[in-house]
C-alpha cells in the first residue's frame, strides 16, 4: 500500500488550494480515505474523510473543505477554500478498511507523507 499526498504550498489567507492523495497497491474503491494535519506541537486532527457510506468533516474544516476520489484514477482530493492561518499544517491522507469513516487516526492503518500547507500574508 503506497498512499502519496501532494498540493501543498504557501497561499495567503481567503485563498484556496487543492491537495492530492495518490494511492496504489489496494483495492481504491472499497477503501476509506482519510485527510489529517498536524500543526507544530498541536496533536493530529481528523479533518475529513470518504468511505462507500458516508462522508466525514471536521467542524473546524466544515463548509470550507470538500473531499472528493476519482476511483478510476485512485486518487483523493481535498479542496481547501477560505483557507485562515490556522490552517497552516502538514496535510496526510491516510487509507482505512472500515466500513464507515471518521476522523479517528487509530481507525486508519497506512498512511503517507505528509505535504505542508502555509497560510501566510
Known amino acids: 500500500v503506497q498512499l502519496q499526498a501532494s498540493g501543498g504550498g504557501l497561499v495567503q489567507p481567503g485563498g484556496s488550494l487543492r491537495l492530492s492523495c495518490a494511492a496504489s497497491?489496494?483495492?481504491?474503491?472499497?477503501?476509506?480515505i482519510g485527510w489529517f494535519r498536524q500543526a507544530p506541537g498541536k496533536e493530529r486532527e481528523g479533518i475529513s474523510c470518504s468511505g462507500r457510506y458516508n462522508t466525514y468533516y471536521a467542524d473546524s474544516v466544515k463548509g470550507r473543505f470538500t473531499i472528493s476520489r476519482d476511483n478510476a484514477k485512485n486518487t483523493a482530493y481535498l479542496r481547501m477554500n477560505g483557507l485562515k492561518p490556522e490552517d497552516t499544517a502538514v496535510y496526510y491522507c491516510?487509507?482505512?478498511?472500515?466500513?464507515?469513516?471518521?476522523?479517528?487516526?487509530?481507525?486508519?492503518?497506512?498512511w503517507g507523507q505528509g505535504t505542508q500547507v502555509t497560510v501566510s500574508s
Open positions: 491516510a487509507t482505512s478498511g472500515y466500513n464507515y469513516c471518521s476522523g479517528r487516526a487509530s481507525q486508519y492503518d497506512h
Open positions: 497497491g489496494f483495492n481504491f474503491d472499497y477503501y476509506v
